[in-house]
């Protein structure tokens, strides 16, 4: 069976979740992972540089 939900929530962000990862600079990249800096910030970054 097809799940319908599949993808909505990235339609709702702003550029569908794309954009440049602050991390790596690859650009038209899904940002979708939350990462914290040393300044206890968190920003978005891509699934490559979720952990480091």
């Known amino acids: 069976?097809?799940?319908k939900n599949?993808?909505?929530l990235l339609n709702?962000?702003?550029a569908?979740?794309?954009?440049?990862?602050p991390l790596c600079e690859k650009?038209?990249?899904k940002l979708l992972y939350p990462y914290?800096?040393?300044?206890n910030t968190l920003?978005?970054?891509c699934k490559n540089c979720r952990k480091k």
């Open 12 to 14: 709702k962000l702003p």
């Open 43 to 45: 920003i978005q970054v």
């Open 27 to 29: 650009t038209g990249i």
């Open 16 to 21: 569908r979740g794309r954009g440049k990862c």
């Open 6 to 8: 599949r993808g909505k």
């Open 1 to 3: 069976m097809a799940k």
């Open 36 to 39: 914290r800096t040393e300044t």
